[in-house]
């Protein structure tokens, strides 16, 4: 009995706690991104991990306990610049640009600590159920578009500058999780989910 409660302690006891990134996806990579009211996962500090830890370190028999520090919040940001161009002639300049990209999935996640990250076909999702036991809604699906081309004609007026770069707006759920099996701590990070709503291309004429 003695041994059986030392092997309990000594599980418990390393458990890790770090904040190491165990999964990352492509809005990571985004130029910028914009939470108004919130704050990325990625930008959680040691004291707001401390903090949202407590509200899931209460020990239960099995699952996951889960805390919501960002619940759909509204994200803006822009993916990338596909172009940029100036004339810094005297006379307009006939502009034109052909693009063929390709959109990836619409959903990225990003854990840390202890929580992992599977991939299957392609697609992402959290280990050991996270993903139902955070309840989401419809919105956070897996989806994949097509192949796009289109071809952009314009005139750089002189002094002037052309920037054409994606623009998109999304929603944004994170927080901390811990799992339990038989009242023993097994994982505990962060989780976060990020789902493109919408996303087009923005095109902007500046003076230099």
């Known amino acids: 009995m ?14 890790g706690s770090t904040h190491i990134t165990m999964g990352s996806t492509n809005y990571q990579s985004f130029e910028s991104i914009t939470v108004p009211s919130g704050s990325l996962l990625e930008n959680f500090s040691d004291d707001d991990y401390e903090t949202y830890y407590k509200n899931v370190d209460k020990r239960k028999f099995m699952g996951w306990n889960i805390y919501k520090v960002n619940s759909n919040a509204k994200v803006t940001y822009i993916s990338e610049t ?3 161009y100036y004339n810094d002639g005297y006379t307009a300049i006939d502009y034109t640009y052909k693009l063929e990209r390709k959109m990836s999935s619409k959903l990225g996640i990003s854990a840390t600590g202890t929580i992992g990250i599977k ?17 989401l809604s419809t919105d956070y699906t897996i989806s994949h578009d097509d192949k796009e081309s289109y071809e952009i ?11 054409l770069y994606i623009y998109g707006e999304g929603k944004l759920t994170n927080g901390v999780a811990s799992l339990y099996f038989f009242w023993i701590r097994t994982d505990r990070g962060g989780y976060e ?4 709503t919408t996303e087009y291309q923005r095109l902007e004429k500046k003076k230099i």
Request: charged residues 20%; glycine residues 4%; aromatic residues 8%.
């Open 2 to 15: 003695k041994k059986i409660v030392f092997i309990m302690l000594l599980v418990t006891l390393t458990i």
């Open 82 to 84: 596909l172009f940029s």
């Open 119 to 135: 991939v299957s076909s392609g697609e992402r999702a959290f280990k050991k159920n996270l993903d139902s036991s955070l309840k």
């Open 153 to 163: 004609s314009l005139k750089v007026d002189p002094g002037t500058q052309v920037d």
């Open 193 to 196: 989910i990020f789902v493109v």
